[in-house]
């Protein structure tokens, strides 16, 4: 049980390190924006994992509060980029 705990969280750990390079290489601000979502979502799975593993939910709002910050920044840049846009026409 303990090998596998740690693969997954070496597996954990190098997609988050790609999705952190994306953010600080991605070529345009969507680039960038879908890989914070992504780096939420893999942040929210792990803390899924442990609350699996240990049996307990005490970081469920821990996970509520990270899902609210992902959508309603999503929803900022798209707003944002849609502007742009419209601005450049």
């Known amino acids: 049980m303990n090998v596998l705990l740690l693969i997954i969280y070496a597996v954990f750990a190098v997609a988050a390190l790609l999705t952190l390079w994306r953010v600080v290489i991605g070529p345009s601000i969507l680039d960038r924006a879908v890989a914070s979502d992504v780096l ?50």
Not at 41 to 58: K, P
Request: proline letters at 2%.
């Open 40 to 89: 939420l979502t893999e942040v929210m799975c792990v803390l899924g994992a442990e609350m699996a593993i240990n049996q307990h939910t005490r970081t469920l709002p821990v996970l509520l509060i990270i899902a609210a910050v992902g959508v309603f920044g999503s929803i900022s840049i798209a707003r944002f980029v849609a502007r742009r846009d419209n601005a450049d026409r």
